[in-house]
C-alpha cells in the first residue's frame, strides 16, 4: 500500500522538506505536519505496515534508518545519531525495535 493512499501527499513533501537537513528530524513534529496523529488506530497500523519493510511486524533499527523513504521515494536516509534517537523515544521495551503498539502510542504522543 503506497503511504499516499493514506496520507495527504503535499504535506508528506512539506515535512519531508522540513527535515530535509541531516540530524534536523523530530518525530514528533513529523507525524503531526503528515497529519498522522489525527488518524484513526487503523490508519496508524497501515502506516507501520508499510515501514515495516521486511514484514516482520517490527520496525527493526536498520529499517528505520530509510523511514522517510516510506513516506516519499525522495525522503532521505536518517542518519545514525537521528535513527538511535527515534529507537530510543519508540522502543519502550528495550528489545531493539519497534511493535506496532509502540509505533501507535509513540505517533499519539
Same mark, same amino acid.
Given at each position: 500500500?503506497?503511504?499516499?493512499? &493514506?496520507?495527504?501527499?503535499?504535506? &508528506?513533501?512539506?515535512?519531508?522538506?522540513?527535515?530535509?537537513?541531516?540530524?534536523?528530524?523530530?518525530?514528533?513534529?513529523?507525524?503531526?505536519?503528515?497529519?498522522?496523529?489525527?488518524?484513526?488506530?487503523?490508519?496508524?497500523?497501515?502506516?507501520?505496515?508499510?515501514?515495516?519493510?521486511?514484514?516482520?511486524?517490527? &520496525?527493526?533499527?536498520?529499517?528505520?534508518?530509510?523511514?522517510?523513504?516510506?513516506?516519499?521515494?525522495?525522503?532521505?536516509?536518517?542518519?545514525?545519531?537521528?535513527?538511535?534517537?527515534?529507537?530510543?523515544?519508540?522502543?519502550?521495551?528495550?528489545?531493539?525495535? &519497534?511493535?506496532?503498539?509502540?509505533?501507535?502510542?509513540?505517533?499519539?504522543?
Amino acid at each position: 500500500m503506497a503511504m499516499s493512499r &493514506i496520507l495527504n501527499t503535499d504535506d &508528506i513533501k512539506k515535512a519531508l522538506d522540513a527535515f530535509a537537513v541531516a540530524d534536523s528530524f523530530d518525530h514528533k513534529k513529523f507525524f503531526e505536519m503528515v497529519g498522522l496523529k489525527t488518524k484513526s488506530a487503523d490508519d496508524v497500523k497501515k502506516v507501520f505496515t508499510v515501514l515495516d519493510a521486511d514484514n516482520s511486524g517490527f &520496525i527493526e533499527e536498520e529499517e528505520l534508518k530509510f523511514v522517510l523513504k516510506g513516506f516519499a521515494k525522495d525522503g532521505r536516509d536518517l542518519t545514525d545519531k537521528e535513527t538511535k534517537a527515534f529507537l530510543k523515544a519508540a522502543d519502550k521495551d528495550g528489545d531493539g525495535k &519497534i511493535g506496532v503498539d509502540e509505533f501507535a502510542a509513540l505517533v499519539k504522543e
